[in-house]
């Protein structure tokens, strides 16, 4: 069976609460699934709780979410709290998406440690089992290299349940081993250096692309058609700079997904392929810039 598209936009910023909501309006009534918001220290950025629950509080059908939660900023049992609230406050439209933490600048100017790769991934791993527990509701007890808990109880629990939709994103083999296990939305990504600079360019183009996909399908076994495959579209058309608070580049990536070149006819063909041949079909614009152009497509291929 073919899923149908999904299709979400991150916002970063606006001048007012006013000028947010109207933000989060013009999404929902556009056809978009989602808003999500980053989660860095650096950059004009809005805090992540707050603003999705503004957003959800100016809508009544738009999901928020994070692309993606740094979980070396926060206690896990600290974000299972607030993500539950704003399932609750959001009438269950939260999907919760996380990541280890990995920009540099991040670390560097809050004076934080950036750990190794393996390290970081390590402890998200633990931390997804201590929210999942937590938000299964009763007494939470856990006993872990980098956390413990000892018969926490949290109220309120998810207004989803088990709890709310799980996003993990990444692109090197243990991220993606990771998300293949734990995830129910996957999105799919260069994997970043381990000094924290910038994506590997590296790791780029349609071959190692497709190797992510099929990392994924074989560590999820029976659980594959179970999750929901993603990406982000990091430019739509030719001719923008990339913003110098964006770690993106879209530079490697013009004949996968992540850059869609081309009539709106064109880039519609290109979705389908991804779709149809690889199963991509959660589609999350990275640029607030390419809404313009991208929302005519949304419009089209949303739900279908």
């Avoid at 990995?102 to 390590?122: E, N």
């Avoid at 739509?236 to 700079?241: E, S």
């Avoid at 879209?250 to 064109?266: F, I, M, R």
């Amino acid at each position: 069976m073919t899923r149908p598209f999904r299709f979400s936009a991150v916002l970063r910023m606006a001048d007012s609460g006013k000028a947010w909501a109207e933000k989060a309006r013009r999404l929902e009534d556009s056809g978009f699934d989602a808003l999500l918001v980053p989660d860095h220290l650096v950059g004009p950025r809005f805090a992540p709780v707050a603003a999705m629950t503004a957003a959800a509080c100016a809508t009544s059908r738009l999901k928020v979410g994070t692309l993606v939660f740094a979980n070396d900023f926060r206690h896990p049992a600290i974000l299972a709290k607030e993500a539950s609230t704003v399932d609750v406050l959001s009438g269950g439209r939260l999907e919760i998406g996380l990541g280890t933490g990995w920009m540099a600048h991040d670390y560097d100017r809050a004076g934080l440690t950036l750990d190794p790769p393996g390290v970081r991934i390590a402890r998200l791993a633990e931390a997804i089992t201590v929210m999942k527990g937590l938000w299964a509701g009763g007494p939470f007890s856990y006993e872990g290299r980098h956390y413990t808990l000892r018969g926490l109880e949290q109220d309120p629990c998810p207004l989803q349940r088990p709890g709310p939709r799980l996003m993990l994103g990444g692109g090197g083999p243990k991220m993606l081993k990771l998300a293949a296990r734990e995830a129910d939305v996957i999105n799919v990504t260069m994997r970043v250096k381990a000094d924290g600079s910038g994506p590997d360019t590296a790791d780029s183009g349609p071959v190692a692309f497709r190797k992510k996909i099929d990392i994924i399908r074989e560590e999820a076994g029976d659980r594959f058609d179970q999750i929901e495959l993603g990406t982000s579209i990091l430019q739509i058309g030719m001719g923008h700079d990339v913003e110098t608070w964006s770690a993106a580049n879209p530079s490697a990536q013009a004949d996968t997904p992540q850059v869609l070149v081309g009539s709106p006819d064109e880039i519609r063909d290109k979705l389908r392929h991804w779709r149809d041949e690889h199963g991509i079909t959660n589609y999350v614009l990275h640029n607030e810039h390419d809404l313009e152009a991208f929302t005519p497509i949304v419009a089209e291929l949303a739900g279908r």
